[in-house]
Nanobody, 122 residues
Framework: QVQLVESGGGLVQAGGSLRLSCAAS????????MAWFRQAPGKDRAFLAS????????YYADSAQGRFTIFRDNAKNTVYLQMNSLKPADTAVYYC???????????????WGQGTQVTVSS
């Protein structure tokens, strides 16, 4: 099973940017689509963005389209989420996962890392 460690979260003002990282263990990282999700207080975990194994195909939720960019470096076993123009509504814990299915939006297991907290102040 791939182990995932998210990092890069923090406190940022509205309009600011953050880049999240998800470091994965395992030599087969480059074989799997990956995705970012987030969970705001009192809400269900929600899909944000996904990327194919090679990095050539990406999908975005409406909430991420135009502001967030997902990309990966398979040589570093890492997937990233560049977040620009952040809003207070983006405040959440952000998670990455190995995914499959339509839009690479379905986690392949119930395993989740510890996530990384993003807080956007107004």
């Amino acid at each position: 099973q791939v182990q995932l460690v998210e990092s890069g979260g923090g406190l940022v003002q509205a309009g600011g940017s953050l880049r999240l990282s998800c470091a994965a263990s395992g030599r087969t990282f480059g074989n799997y689509p990956m995705a970012w999700f987030r969970q705001a207080p009192g809400k269900d975990r929600a899909f944000l963005a996904s990327i194919s194994a090679s990095g050539g195909i990406t999908y975005y939720a409406d909430s991420a389209q135009g502001r967030f960019t997902i990309f990966r470096d398979n040589a570093k076993n890492t997937v990233y989420l560049q977040m620009n123009s952040l809003k207070p509504a983006d405040t959440a814990v952000y998670y990455c996962a190995v995914t499959s299915g339509p839009g690479f939006s379905k986690p392949t297991s119930n395993y989740w890392g510890q996530g990384t907290q993003v807080t956007v102040s107004s």
